[in-house]
């Protein structure tokens, strides 16, 4: 049963949309076929979960924007929020 969200193919994360118990398989849609993966933390209903590994200093996109960089190493099945991830204002002229 799908319990995540992935809302473009090239995002980082995914989105629950329900509540992932640490341990639980997160499971989404990738152009029609089933991803799963552990969860490592509990992750709250409409957070972003990081869908594969990302290293400290990466770039991390949602909506396939980038929306702040990895604070530290955050590992496949994180949750991902402002423990870990901080803003960066991008030089958009």
């Not at 989404?28 to 490592?40: I, R």
């Not at 972003?48 to 770039?59: E, M």
């Not at 960089?69 to 204002?89: F, M, Y």
């Amino acid at each position: 049963m799908r319990n995540a969200m992935l809302i473009d193919s090239a995002d980082d994360v995914v989105v629950a949309i329900e509540p992932i118990g640490k341990g639980e398989t997160v499971e989404y849609d990738c152009n029609g076929e089933a991803v799963q993966f552990p969860a490592l933390e509990d992750i709250t209903i409409y957070h972003k979960v990081a869908r594969n590994d990302i290293p400290a200093a990466a770039p991390v996109s949602k909506y396939g924007q980038h929306i702040g960089v990895a604070a530290c190493d955050i590992k496949k099945g994180e949750h991902v929020h402002v423990h870990n991830l901080s803003s960066h204002r991008e030089n958009l002229g």
